[in-house]
């Protein structure tokens, strides 16, 4: 496995070695292994934004309404259809995965008025955590990292943890939250686009996710929220906007929420957020979610084997769990100056990856845009960064993002 002309041969025989070419690669030379949180632009992109331009909504002007004021249900519809197993009138793409979250929530929550206890994980990703915390502290309720029983309301947790690269069981999770009479929100911004889910099948009620990671939609591109239809007449969300009312341009007195998805929508969507949307889930959906997570298992397994050989001497250590089945794309590897190592990879190794508190680096293969030798010579710049002390040559962090 670590041999170049191995991950040559990889991709090679790589069936979604072509999705490459539909990325705009600006620098060929530049080892982007960090599209778990932000995905690669695909160039498509750019031509349907500047016709959504230049023939809706600068020809058409208000009338282009007519055809956009659904979009969020459609355009919801493709990422459940590509990506999460969920059938149509399920789904929204809408606002951003934090507004969704705290809507589900609050959401849950209310259905179960008489149990005063949330469910989260310390490892779980900040907003989660500090939006819970928020509506704990709003309606006296207690937050916390114990076990389920007949006082708990809501579980929440990441589908795959940011930090380790841990994946949950949703299936099982979400069951064992339903026998204690509790919802589950699943928050699955690190899973969607490179895990296969199965949300009809698995029988989950509520997730949210965002659409710049794997998803490829560009930075702020506008996420979803999922609402299985067996929960939609018993949530209301706390936001009762007009794109909820039932006669939506009947503008009139009091609020008359409508059946229905767009009975959890609170306002206009982003037309030119969700074309980048469509655009990149439309390649998902071509390419295949079982295409996508094997590339995602088989270029992990490659990073732990080039971790193992390389970089566990010089005092790596792996945190993401080594069975393929419990990882997605990304893995997470602690060093005791894991901030410098990366920082320096940015600056002196044309790496990118990304340094997350206290230790660790993950890096990511996003399955459509990244190929095995990109992994492999990635790899092979940290090692030699760490060789030859040249990361310990990097100053402050040059920036407030890490
Ligand atoms: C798991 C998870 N949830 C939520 C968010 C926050 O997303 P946003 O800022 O789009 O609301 C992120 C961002 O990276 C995330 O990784």
């Known amino acids: 496995m670590t041999s170049r002309s191995m991950a040559l041969q990889l991709d090679t025989k790589d069936p979604l070695a072509k999705y490459r070419d539909e990325f705009m690669i600006v620098d060929q030379a530049l080892c982007y292994l960090d599209g778990n949180s932000l995905g690669r632009m695909p160039t498509e992109t750019a031509n349907v934004v500047d016709q959504y331009l230049r023939t809706e909504w600068a020809t058409k002007l208000v009338s282009g309404w007519s055809d956009w004021i659904d979009e969020a249900q459609s355009v919801g519809d493709l990422i459940g259809r590509a990506s999460l197993g969920a059938a149509a009138g399920q789904m929204l793409c809408v606002d951003t995965t934090s507004m969704n979250f705290y809507q589900l929530c609050c959401a849950a929550v209310d259905a179960r008025p008489d149990r005063k206890t949330v469910i989260t994980d310390t490892a779980n990703f900040p907003t989660d955590r500090y939006i819970l915390e928020g509506i704990c502290k709003q309606r006296g309720l207690k937050l916390v990292v114990e076990v389920l029983n007949d006082d708990v309301a809501l579980v929440s ?68 929220l999922y609402v299985s239809h067996r929960m939609q007449s018993e949530l209301q969300v706390p936001i009762q906007g007009w794109f909820a009312q039932n006669d939506q341009f009947a503008m009139a007195q009091g609020f008359d929420r409508t059946t229905g998805m767009r009975g959890f929508q609170v306002a206009s969507p982003s037309i030119i957020g969700m074309r980048c949307v469509t655009t990149a889930f439309s390649m998902i959906e071509r390419a295949g979610l079982s295409a996508i997570a094997q590339k995602a298992a088989q270029g992990t397994e490659l990073m732990l084997a080039l971790h193992d050989a390389w970089l566990a001497p010089l005092g790596f250590s792996v945190v993401t769990p080594r069975d393929s089945k419990r990882r997605g794309g990304h893995i997470s590897v602690r060093h005791h100056d894991a901030q410098k190592v990366s920082e320096a990879m940015r600056i002196f190794g044309n790496v990118i990856g990304d340094f997350r508190q206290p230790d660790c680096i993950r890096l990511a293969i996003s399955p459509l845009p990244t190929s095995y030798v990109e992994v492999f010579d990635g790899f092979e710049r940290i090692r030699d960064l760490v060789v030859t002390k040249k990361y310990l040559e990097v100053g402050e962090a040059s920036s407030r993002v890490t």
């Open 157 to 224: 947790l990441s589908v795959i943890q940011y930090r380790s690269g841990v994946l949950h069981d949703v299936a099982k999770l979400t069951q064992l939250a339903r026998d204690a009479g509790a919802l589950f929100v699943w928050d699955a911004s690190h899973a969607v686009g490179v895990v296969p889910m199965q949300y009809d099948r698995d029988n989950i009620d509520l997730a949210v996710g965002c659409t710049y990671k794997y998803g490829n939609s560009g930075p702020g591109s506008p996420a979803w």
